[in-house]
């Protein structure tokens, strides 16, 4: 096959799995598939324009689609006045705390002269801010805790429409990305490994117990949507002419109609970053990136400058990430903190990009959608598996009971293999990176 | 002076043992991923599952001697059972480096392709142990719980304050200092152990004087199973076995070697200290303290914690961030990655 044909091939050949499962076992599940998917596909472009284009390791996936998803939440939830009353002012004066104590550090830095004397000033500053921080923070966080904690218990958010979280996610994903970009890029590869994954746990580790932000584990449930909710269409007038008149049950076309708007959605954001990755790629800049990936010490020679085209990079590619986390959250209606696992938000991640092909786009997002799919459907097909190898044993054999029990933890090792065995004897991917000086 | 005397039994309840057992685990951790990242060069993420399974297949030996009535009066029996979790971490990590790792030493791949394959063997290990141990809590600590109790203390030394001792936490603190002892005798003095050291300092000059690198890939490999498996049954023995919990502690284990100097042994174990007496000093509540030693009017209500136990990670990401920025090469003085 040619490597023209190879793309458009592969592309069919998923959408093939995906309507084998609408008719094998429902279209509900097969679209649900096909959004998680999309995203999927949009965090595995966000790691394949870090990792494909310029070699850097981002092991933090999962904090900045958590960041994403906070961001759905403090645009779209309605703000609770009451807790505003009652710690809004102690929480403001707070964050303005610490940005003046940041900038005291800024001014300190730059004024004491490098040595001692500068690392004692700042040590002071900060532990004095610490204390001061601490004084007007605590109050202000119990109040907000405690105003109607069964139901609230949060300051809400801004009751914005969700779709502009994304973008927004996006944003405060960038930023975070430059904090730990400025930290750690000037260092080699494995400490922005580590530093990305331990940033992650951090982020995550806030969520959980900031009751005031986001309730922490107690989850923010019911977020607004920007797609109608089921119960509504099955009311409506036209909804029902709609559904008569295919001839299909309502309560499913329902549930199949919200989840063809998110797809449609989703496929506009998809396509609008591939449309700049693809052209970023391509353009001189996307030329240097690759270069600096390929050459670090002639590339410095030739002038660039290394350490902030590494920045400019981390941080669009953690955007892309932070936008893909708070599309997942709009689709789940909810922000669950417990369910951010490095395993599933991190490492999946990454065998998409190896698995697809890392410097391609369009291997990134074949690899988000065939490691999606195959992660759902592990399951059936392990339970499946196990029943086959199994079916000689009598019903209440425990050995049989164990496999098929822990058929779905499968998945994992599946997974695994499959990351190795692409990287051993496929290193370049389903669809590998085009090399303009390959043939 | 009494009042002094309680605060000291607080802190030694409360911060200094339990950052002495925690320090122990994570310096034998820190131990096995420095061991790697000097032979093979690369940063092992696969270290935390590493310890889980051996921790795993000890838990498992330990059933079954537990059901043939084998046990070791006040000890644990999962101390006779350790051997054998021992052997299967060996064989198991001898086996991916064989079909993974050695691949890619043949072909010179860069530190981050190994980074990348370690963790496709995370995926692989977190789902064995999942497939045969599954996702909860197991207990497998039996022996005598405390060396001494509370009420004991309190009989001994009359005072407010009181003290027990547990037995895990003993054991872990004797097993770590035997095994770090036996490892840097084993560094040292051995002719194996030299030239592991000969070929992490300069892999050329090692192989132009005839060291065999196979060899001395596998030793690492087998002392960094041996390592990693002392580890998880001792911080298993100590908290509770949770097949999660080892991913976490990935960060403060990684934390612990950059600290100390990646690459070498003795700043592993500093790191490890380091990095759990600040974890458990900035999140340990000192209330009592304060009320003990300083006087009335500074007395305060509240926990007086510096910050609340979940930031535990946050602490050692700091602390490895300060270092990175201060002192590259750690504490004690290692290699840049």
């Avoid at chain 1, 998923?14 to 499962?21: E, G």
């Avoid at chain 1, 805790?145 to 949060?154: D, K, P, R, V």
């Avoid at chain 1, 953690?318 to 951010?340: C, E, K, N, R, W």
């Avoid at chain 1, 999946?348 to 759902?376: E, K, Q, T």
């Amino acid at each position: 096959m040619t490597e023209r044909n190879r793309i458009p091939f592969l592309f069919v050949a998923m959408a093939v799995l995906l309507i084998i499962v609408g008719f094998l076992q429902s279209w509900s599940l097969s679209l649900a598939i096909l959004n998680l998917c999309l995203i999927s596909a949009i965090m595995a472009l966000g790691v394949n324009i870090q990792w494909g284009y310029a070699g850097l390791v981002n092991f933090g996936v999962m904090g900045f689609s958590a960041v994403g998803g906070l961001m759905a939440v403090l645009i779209s939830y309605p703000p609770v006045l009451e807790a505003w009353q009652a710690g809004g002012n102690g929480i403001m004066l707070s964050i303005l705390l610490t940005l003046i104590a940041i900038a005291a550090c800024v001014i300190a830095y730059r004024m004491l002269p490098a040595g001692r004397n500068r690392q004692i000033g700042l040590a002071i500053i900060l532990a004095i801010s610490f204390f001061v921080i601490r004084s007007v923070y605590d109050p202000a966080v119990n109040a907000i805790e405690s105003t109607n904690a069964a139901s609230t218990g949060f300051l809400g958010g801004f009751g914005m429409p969700i779709i502009i979280s994304w973008a927004i996610g996006g944003l405060a994903a960038a930023g975070i990305a430059w904090v730990m970009g400025k930290i750690t890029l000037g260092l080699r590869s494995d400490y922005l490994a580590i530093a990305t994954l331990g940033i992650s746990e951090i982020v995550v580790a806030v969520l959980k117990n900031e009751d005031w932000l986001n309730r922490g584990v107690k989850n923010v449930v019911g977020l607004p949507r920007p797609v109608p909710f089921e119960v509504n269409l099955q009311q409506a007038e036209w909804f029902i002419n709609l559904s008569s008149w295919l001839g299909v049950d309502i309560v499913e076309f329902s549930s199949i109609y919200v989840k063809l708007c998110y797809s449609l959605l989703f496929v506009a954001v998809l396509l609008v970053i591939l449309y700049l990755s693809e052209k970023a790629l391509r353009s001189p800049w996307g030329r240097m990136m690759r270069a600096i990936r390929d050459n670090e010490v002639s590339s410095n020679a030739m002038g660039k400058n290394i350490t902030s085209r590494h920045l400019q990079v981390f941080i669009l590619g953690s955007a892309v990430i932070g936008i893909a986390g708070a599309m997942l959250t709009t689709l789940d209606g909810q922000f669950t903190p417990t369910s951010y696992q490095p395993l599933r938000f991190t490492f999946l991640i990454w065998v998409m990009v190896i698995v697809g092909g890392s410097g391609n786009n369009f291997g990134a997002i074949l690899g988000g959608f065939v490691i999606w799919f195959f992660w759902v459907e592990a399951e059936p097909l392990g339970i499946w598996f196990m029943d086959v190898i199994t079916s000689g044993m009598a019903a209440d054999n425990p050995l049989k009971l164990h496999l098929i029990d822990s058929a779905a933890h499968m998945r994992l090792i599946v997974m695994g293999v499959v990351l190795l065995v692409v990287l051993r004897f496929s290193p370049r991917g389903l669809i590998p990176e085009k090399t303009s000086h390959g043939h | 002076m009494e009042s002094y005397a309680n605060a000291f039994v607080v802190l030694l309840n409360f911060l200094i043992i339990p950052g002495l057992a925690y320090g122990s685990q994570l310096a034998l951790g820190a131990l096995g991923v420095t061991i790697i990242y000097s032979v093979l060069r690369f940063s092992n993420f696969a270290h935390g599952e590493a310890m889980s399974f051996g921790a795993m297949f000890t838990i498992l030996t330990t059933w079954l001697f537990q059901s043939w009535g084998w046990h070791l009066g006040p000890l644990p029996t999962a101390i006779i059972a350790l051997p054998v979790g021992c052997l299967v971490t060996v064989i198991f990590l001898l086996g991916t480096d064989k079909l993974v790792y050695q691949f890619y030493r043949k072909q010179k791949a860069a530190p981050v392709i190994y980074m990348i394959a370690s963790v496709g063997v995370v995926f692989v290990m977190n789902g064995i142990i999942r497939f045969i141990i599954g996702p909860r809590d197991q207990s497998f600590a039996d022996g005598a719980r405390f060396i001494f109790t509370a009420r004991d203390f309190k009989e001994w030394f009359g005072l407010s304050e009181s003290l027990a001792l547990r037995s895990t936490t003993v054991i872990t603190i004797v097993t770590a200092i035997i095994v770090v002892a036996i490892v840097f005798w084993f560094l040292n003095k051995t002719r194996t152990g030299k030239s592991m050291r000969a070929y992490s300092d300069n892999e050329d000059l090692a192989l132009l004087s005839g060291i065999d690198p196979d060899k001395v890939v596998r030793v690492a490999w087998i002392i960094t199973a041996i390592l990693a498996t002392v580890a998880g049954t001792l911080y298993g023995l100590d908290k509770s076995y949770k097949p999660f919990t080892y991913l976490q502690l990935l960060l403060p284990i990684f934390a612990a070697a950059i600290v100390g100097g990646v690459g070498n042994p003795v700043g592993a174990i500093v790191g490890g200290l380091v990095i759990a007496f600040s974890e458990i000093a900035v999140t340990f509540a000192y209330t009592k303290v304060i009320a003990y030693t300083l006087p009335e009017f500074m007395h305060v209500d509240g926990l007086a914690q510096l910050l609340s136990t979940d930031y535990k990670f946050a602490v050692s990401f700091v602390i490895l961030v300060v270092v990175l920025l201060i002192k590259p090469t750690g504490i004690m003085g290692g290699k840049t990655i």
